[in-house]
């Protein structure tokens, strides 16, 4: 009996004394672990990995971030080379700016060389008759057309419609100063203002007007009645 209980004793102490299981299964893990041949590496090969694993991941994101950086500025470069105020569209402007002034410039310069007195004279001696009116005064149409109705001219009177004359403000401010006449139509002979259409009417209802007009001709205006 006693030897079987130093049997049992010796049994349990061979069986408790030797290396642990987790000592043992640490050491079974592979190759890289601290008690392999190889050595020298901090942890088993699942932790290295999983540290690989995560080292890849994070050149990957770093990658990422270049493109998106490289991307960005791409298009900040396409957004500066498309800016309104690139250096392309200034000098558009400016010259447009330039080319505004100097039209300006030009009309300035015409209107004062514009001498409505010079104009007066050279529309007075193209016809014996030149009638001063405007295209939607009523009374301009009227003397118009009782001329046009009644009698023929030669050579035909000249209209001016100082509402449609390049410089007709200047020409009529003239015109009224020189003739003393503020309205429209004001019916010019040889130089002379003769009057409006109350008084071409006047003397075409007492027979006077056909007279009237080829003495206002001076040899050069011949009337007839139509």
């Not at 309104?84 to 410039?105: C, M, V």
């Not at 001498?115 to 001696?125: D, H, I, Y």
């Not at 009782?146 to 419609?161: F, G, I, Q, S, W």
Request: charged share 25%; aromatic share 8%.
């Amino acid at each position: 009996m006693l030897t079987g209980v130093l049997f049992t004793i010796l049994y349990f102490l061979s069986h408790f004394s030797g290396p642990s299981s987790a000592d043992s299964a640490f050491r079974q893990v592979g190759p890289g672990s601290r008690n392999s041949k190889g050595g020298g590496n901090l942890g088993p090969p699942i932790m290295e990995a999983e540290m690989n694993g995560n080292t890849n991941n994070i050149e990957k994101a770093e990658a990422g971030n270049k493109a998106m950086d490289t991307t960005s500025n791409s298009g900040t470069s396409n957004e500066n080379a498309q800016l309104p105020g690139s250096k392309d569209q200034t000098d558009s402007n400016s010259n447009s700016l330039s080319n505004k002034e100097g039209q300006e410039d030009a009309e300035e310069a015409a209107d004062a060389e514009y001498s409505p007195a010079k104009e007066f004279q050279k529309l007075v001696k193209s016809a014996p008759i030149v009638i001063f009116s405007k295209s939607y005064c009523p009374f301009s149409k009227n003397l118009k057309k009782l001329l046009d109705k009644n009698y023929r001219l030669d050579p035909a009177y000249v209209a001016v419609e100082v509402d449609q004359h390049p410089n007709g403000d200047k020409l009529y401010s003239y015109i009224k100063k020189l003739t003393g006449r503020n309205t429209v139509p004001n019916l010019i002979a040889n130089g002379d203002s003769k009057g409006g259409f109350d008084d071409m009417l006047a003397l075409h209802n007492s027979n006077e007007l056909e007279s009237k007009l080829i003495e206002w001709g001076v040899g050069e205006l011949q009337v007839s009645k139509v």
